[in-house]
């Protein structure tokens, strides 16, 4: 009888499975936001921002701008092309299977929303790193028994979050992009948020946009399985990677909401001291360069201090904000036209975020380019994915950086 019990398990389990394939929103049909939300039906999508194309940032300053041998500025900052940006989509899925650990959504015939894969494609290639999954004859399937505990929601759903959410930068552009799309329905009690538990400060950001609690479902980072679910393309980071109108609509949402509680710091130097093991880049010079710098009459400050209405105040009223590159720069939208913005560059971590949405709020942009230090960067295999290792130290010219934000304070008027 053993062999028939085993026999009898190996086709339950074939039974049980479901193989996946990835598919684009744009394989969905195409629908309006009304229908997108009220009328139940098969996958489709709606299309908030359609494809956009504009010339190269005009407000690119080599004056705030320093380079060396070892760290040139990258060149897509100087050469003469234009920008795209993708088209921002929200999928909508009945009876989705929902893997809140990446923010995958994916429908019961095994298709897996490409866009919301992301972070998993990342580390994972052929998917098999998703919890119920296994390689079986050169295809990735999924155990459907994996769902015989999963939650099932009833009400209309939105997931927002993906694997990087923790990050402050991906928070605001991938997140509280998709959040604020849909702020109406939500505050009303048309759609809720299902999401991991999210942690104090994401919940205060939540309040400050006018998100009811009751709104809010977490439901740790499992799987839940959704009657009817809004899926956002931002979940692939695109936002981060080409910010545009999608991240400008969030950004004049917040605006009016800052709440100052102090004297205007129109000077910005945005510290990373202080931030311990939090801080996987360390600028190792940096408490001198601070010292230098509020001499000449910046402030160093830390964001994730402040409550998100002082923050959203604080980065209104800037009229220079510089600093090693990192999430802080995500709120730089706010400031005002004009506005100089400076990163400050280690070249492992020279990517166009901040580049490209400055051009979105006709800031001035600049870049000085540090230089990592020798062996404090090792390369990593992650299941035969060879990547550079996140940790890193690195070092500045003091007088470059003293240079350019005295320039940039010159330009502020």
């Not at 897509?76 to 795209?84: F, K, P, R, V």
């Not at 999608?246 to 004297?263: K, N």
Request: proline share 7%.
């Amino acid at each position: 009888m053993a062999p028939v019990r085993a026999l009898a398990r190996r086709l339950d389990a074939i039974q049980s499975t479901t193989a996946l394939t990835l598919t684009p929103m744009g394989d969905f049909a195409q629908v309006s936001d009304s229908e997108l939300l009220l009328r139940p039906g098969n996958p489709a999508f709606w299309e908030a921002y359609p494809e956009m194309n504009f010339p190269r940032h005009k407000g690119f300053s080599q004056e705030l701008s320093h380079e060396t041998t070892a760290a040139p500025v990258p060149n897509w900052m100087t050469i003469d092309s234009g920008c795209w940006t993708p088209p921002v989509r929200f999928a909508r899925i009945n009876d989705a299977i929902l893997w809140l650990f990446d923010g995958i959504a994916m429908t019961t015939s095994g298709k897996v929303i490409n866009e919301s894969a992301f972070t998993l494609l990342e580390r994972s290639p052929d998917l098999t790193a998703m919890t119920g999954t296994q390689r079986r004859r050169l295809r990735t399937v999924f155990d459907r028994r994996t769902l015989q505990d999963a939650e099932v929601i009833d009400d209309p759903v939105l997931l927002p979050t993906n694997g990087w959410n923790r990050a402050f930068g991906h928070w605001i552009y991938d997140t509280l992009t998709a959040i604020n799309t849909f702020i109406e329905p939500i505050r009303s009690g048309r759609l809720r948020v299902v999401m991991p538990e999210a942690t104090a400060w994401q919940r205060s950001w939540l309040d400050l946009l006018g998100v009811p609690e009751k709104a809010i479902i977490e439901a740790g980072y499992g799987y839940v399985k959704a009657r009817h679910a809004i899926v956002p393309s931002s979940l692939s980071i695109q936002n981060v990677r080409y910010p545009g109108p999608h991240t400008v609509a969030l950004i004049d949402g917040l605006r009016p909401l800052g709440q100052s509680h102090g004297p205007a710091c129109p000077y910005l130097y945005l510290s990373r001291l202080g931030r311990g093991e939090a801080s996987h880049r360390t600028l190792v010079n940096e408490e001198n360069l601070v010292a230098a710098l509020e001499r000449i009459g910046y402030v160093a400050v830390a964001p994730e201090a402040l409550t998100p209405a002082e923050q959203v105040a604080l980065f209104a009223q800037a009229r220079v904000i510089l600093g090693p590159v990192g999430s802080a720069f995500a709120l730089s939208g706010l400031a005002g036209p004009g506005t100089s913005i400076v990163e400050i560059l280690p070249p492992p971590a020279a990517h166009s975020w901040i580049y490209r949405s400055s051009a979105n709020f006709n800031h001035l942009y600049g870049c000085i380019m540090a230089e990592v230090i020798e062996d404090s960067q090792r390369d990593l295999d992650s299941g035969g994915i060879k990547r550079a290792d996140w940790f890193y130290s690195y070092q500045v010219d003091h007088d470059a950086v003293i240079s350019i934000a005295e320039h940039a304070i010159e330009l502020s008027g």
